[in-house]
């Protein structure tokens, strides 16, 4: 009998151990793309019978693809986690945090929410050596420091997140075969943007589709070329304390962004329709133009997420194409990116959450997800030929070359600021009001409000 149960139970064992590697997108050794040394490595770490809940804004298909992720996770280490992700989560975690029951991590898509987090002693200071970490292993790493090193309840500064999972948003998209009839290449620097732009004009087209409505948030576009602008004319330092209002909002520096701007959506002959068509242009439509026979335009500079307004069935990186939205080469200022992402932090301190953000370092958590759908990393230890698809590939490629990372500012800035008086200001803008008196309208506002 003993002898029966026990080839029994290792049959089970077996089984079950089958079980659990059929959960796992991908066999462990079997694909050349990932690190799989970083998956055994994470074996060391014995995490049996602790469980670890994960909440963030991810429903749906980014759901399942982040637990497909997590999956390696708990293989390594035996441990139980749970993520309870989808809409909702901002006010969700923010209720949870309160009433005493934080999930171990939560998923941020709002570095400004962490901040607050931090400041009122919800959140817990990852170790100090991952500040070290994060600036040798994440291209523009300094910048991924500086974006989760918020102050404390007692005022001193720590790092307190990891981000994982970033957009960007400095892309110009084109049609490469109607650069390649005009004879047009693609430019590497801002001076040769500009001058590509007169040169189309100069031969009888139209260099630019812009548009800024959308509705309610008629307006958010512009304020992503301001501050590709502010990124491209001024130092980091600088950009962050515009964003933070340290340097005022009709401070010179930020004007002269806005007139940056300005050198392409207010010259009429720059953008489809003429500058008046574009704040009245909605953005899911200004694409477009790119499409029409003879072009209506040439370039379109917006975030990664713009060819789901493509015309149906357009093939990026046949049919569409993107390019790096470039910084001057005379100002010395490096490439800066701008985009977002989601940070994450640890709300209730545990073994098993500091091992899960430890996880997030190791090269298997961003290849997991990078070989499917939907994701970038600047983890410079991933192996780049594991992204699903060409397009991500480059975009990725971007995020590499960075020497500067920046969030969204207006998504930083009060919403009274970012998602009010700088929407409507940039349309006023375009329509031909004093790029200086919106400014100093914008301040106004900032002011009232302190």
């Given at each position: ?79 139980d ?22 999930p ?16 009122r ?31 404390g ?18 892309l ?44 309610p ?14 990124l ?28 940056d ?76 990116v ?6 994450f ?25 990078m ?12 192996n ?67």
């Amino acid at each position: 009998m003993k002898s029966r149960y026990f080839m029994g139970a290792a049959a089970f064992a077996l089984l079950a151990g089958a079980a659990q590697a059929q959960e796992l997108k991908f066999a462990p050794g079997e694909d050349a793309r990932f690190h799989w040394d970083s998956f055994e490595a994470l074996k060391a770490t014995d995490l049996k019978g602790q469980s670890l809940k994960i909440d963030g804004p991810w429903g749906g298909v980014d759901k399942e693809l982040f637990e497909s992720v997590i999956a390696y996770f708990e293989a390594a280490t035996g441990a139980d986690v749970e993520y309870s992700g989808g809409d909702g989560f901002e006010q969700r975690v923010m209720i949870d945090v309160e009433a005493g029951s934080p999930p171990g991590i939560a998923v941020i898509p709002q570095p400004g929410l962490a901040a607050d987090l931090a400041k009122r002693g919800k959140l817990a200071a990852l170790p100090a050596e991952t500040a070290d970490w994060l600036k040798e292993n994440y291209a523009a790493g300094q910048s991924w420091v500086d974006l989760a090193t918020y102050a404390g309840p007692d005022g001193a500064k720590a790092l307190y997140g990891m981000f994982y999972k970033v957009d960007v948003k400095s892309l110009v998209w084109y049609v490469p075969e109607n650069f390649e009839d005009a004879g047009y290449e693609v430019p590497t620097t801002m001076e040769g943007l500009k001058e590509l732009t007169a040169q189309i004009v100069a031969d009888g087209g139209t260099p630019w589709c812009i548009g800024l409505g959308s509705g309610p948030a008629t307006g958010w576009p512009a304020t992503d070329w301001v501050e590709d602008m502010m990124l491209r004319n001024n130092t980091p330092a600088d950009y962050d304390a515009w964003v933070s209002n340290e340097m005022k909002f009709d401070d010179p520096k930020v004007i002269a962004a806005i007139e940056d701007f300005g050198s392409f959506a207010r010259v009429d002959a720059n953008v489809a329709g003429g500058a008046g068509a574009v704040g009245s242009t909605d953005f899911r439509d200004s694409p477009k133009g790119l499409f029409a026979s003879p072009p209506a335009c040439y370039m379109h500079r917006q975030a990664s997420f713009i060819p789901s307004f493509f015309p149906e069935g357009t093939v990026v990186g046949e049919d569409a194409d993107f390019f790096y939205f470039p910084a001057y080469e005379g100002k010395d200022l490096g490439k800066p990116v701008l985009g977002a992402g989601t940070l994450f932090v640890v709300t209730q301190d545990s073994p098993v959450a500091q091992a899960f953000m430890k996880f997030l370092q190791s090269p298997i958590a961003h290849e997991i997800w990078m070989a499917q759908s939907g994701f970038l990393t600047p983890h410079k230890g991933v192996n780049t030929e594991a992204y699903g698809d060409p397009t991500l590939k480059k975009m990725g490629d971007i995020l590499l070359g960075a020497d500067t990372f920046r969030f969204d500012g207006s998504d930083l800035m009060p919403g009274a600021i970012g998602a009010g008086v700088f929407w409507t200001g940039m349309v006023d803008y375009t329509a031909g009001k004093d790029a200086a008196a919106v400014a100093a309208d914008i301040q106004k506002t900032w002011d009232s409000i302190k």
